[in-house]
């Protein structure tokens, strides 16, 4: 859907019966949520917002139970668990944490932490919340766990077209004859999945910066996170300002236009039948550095 600010959404039921809810998919945090009445504070989603009163399978979870020691910010209010996410560019949710059954075409899941988000904030314009997929215990991920198989695959299609693409859970879809290259966990962050990167091109010319510029280091520091819920590949100011030199000496052709809000490199081809633009080459390490890969 035409909708958020470059996220992927997918539609699942939230409750009992199940409320069809959009939510972004998200492997770079943890927490399943979705905003909830009463509403203190909520920006505007595409569906009505989930009313717990409604769901006969909602169940809050108290201050007292394993599942809220697990939350990272957690604290008490009401005899009830609170939860509190920040997210990296400014978003944030704040509600209580519940156990709710979950439905994904078919498939029911019961018993699923979430977060009951009543003050929420953030450019996810259309979507009801995030469907938290990290590598923490509090991802939806980590709580199917042996269910799963700890893995899960998805097919993003191009934004803008009819198609739409898929999100599967289990090692059984994994596609046949992919290339693989392994997930580096960090233990200060267990919750991203680091891929290795070696480089960066334009075309086929590979651009001069060195491989350490993304190495992620022994304390942690560093690295290189794949990340669904974030629409923009970022890179470190040395690599970017190398990328940019490299792409606007082969791009003399395109007509350049001013910068838009953090984009500095603009380009109007509406007109263009054939830009001539090199594409962007990402050089990915095949080699495992890390014994605890995934």
Known sequence: MDQGSGEYFVRIGVGSPPKSQYMVIDSGSDIVWVQCQPCNQCYKQSDPVFDPADSASYAGVSCSSSVCDRVENSGCGSRQCRYEVMYGDGSYTKGTLALETLTFGRTVVQKVAIGCGHINKGMFTGAAGLLGLGGGSMSLVGQLGGQTGGAFSYCLVSRGTDASGSLVFGRGAMPVGAAWIPLIRNPRAPSFYYIGLSGLGVGG?????????????????????????????????????????????????????????????CYNIGFCNDSGSDSIVLFLDRTDPNPTSQ
Do not use: H
């Open 205 to 265: 010319t590979r651009v001069p910066i060195s491989e350490d510029i993304f190495r992620l280091t022994e304390l942690g520091y560093g690295g290189v996170v794949m990340d669904t819920g974030t629409a923009v590949t970022r890179l470190p100011n040395m690599a970017y300002n190398a990328l940019r030199d490299a792409f606007v000496a082969q791009t003399t052709n395109l007509p350049r236009i001013s910068g838009v809000s953090i984009f500095d490199t």
